[in-house]
């Protein structure tokens, strides 16, 4: 079965150094999305992607972050300066269409700043 | 945006008894999510269901569309059902998921 998959499966980094997690999602899939989840808490939307752009954001993806599909397959999620608060854990996911319902996740990347 | 209350919050249960977690969402949705989160972190589909009813094995779901409700009943829990169970309902233009606030759950043997 096509899964979407993630890299690194755990990064521990210090504060203000630049993390890039790597993605590759599923590869008829046309929508991608990040998201992220501080422990104990729910998960919240980050950011979705389509035709190569960025198609919506929330308030938490501020200037620090950015995402690209740079090949056609990964897609990443890049945090320029790394606080202590984005310490988390970060899913991918896609979907096929917009109105085709289900959305696959990654398995997650956790991220540990110190 | 769309809010999404699950309830209860927490739920200890004896090994074998029945379940029932309830999804409450703000506003229409096009698509809803059932996810099972394990000890590890990982996010498992259980249920992809827009409305009406759907079975697997001891699980079954039902959502209620017109009425912004949905329902994951677990029958016969063991105690490999504990963890965190979301629901995620899609709404808008690029069909954002929004995630629910999570019922976590732990079956005692």
């Not at chain 2, 996810?35 to 996010?43: A, C, M, T």
């Not at chain 2, 959502?63 to 899609?90: H, N």
Request: hydrophobic content about 30%; overall charge negative; glycine content about 8%.
């Amino acid at each position: 079965e096509p899964e979407v998959t993630q890299t690194p499966s755990h990064q521990v980094t210090q504060m203000g150094q630049e993390v890039i997690l790597r993605c590759v999602p599923i590869s008829n899939h046309l929508y991608f999305y990040w998201y992220r989840q501080i422990l104990g808490q729910k998960v919240e939307f980050l950011v979705s992607f389509y035709n190569n752009e960025i198609s919506e954001k929330s308030e938490i993806f501020d200037d620090q972050f950015s995402v690209e599909r740079p090949d056609g397959s990964n897609f990443t999620l890049k945090i320029r300066s790394t606080k202590l608060e984005d310490s988390a854990m970060y899913f991918c996911a896609s979907r096929e269409g917009p109105n085709t319902g289900e959305l696959f996740f990654g398995e997650g990347s956790r991220l540990t700043v110190l | 945006g769309i809010q999404v209350e699950q309830s209860p919050p927490d739920l200890i249960l004896q090994e074998g008894a029945n379940s029932t977690l309830r999804c409450n969402f703000s506003d229409s949705v096009n698509n809803l999510q059932w996810f099972h989160q394990n000890p590890w972190g990982q996010l498992i589909n259980l249920f992809y269901i827009p409305s009406g009813t759907k079975q697997n094995g001891r699980l079954s779901a039902t959502t209620v569309a017109t009425e912004r409700y949905s329902l994951l009943y677990i029958s016969s829990s063991q105690t490999t059902d504990s963890g965190v169970y979301f629901c995620a309902v899609a709404s808008g233009g690029y069909q954002k998921v929004t995630f629910g606030t999570g019922t976590k759950l732990q079956v005692i043997p």
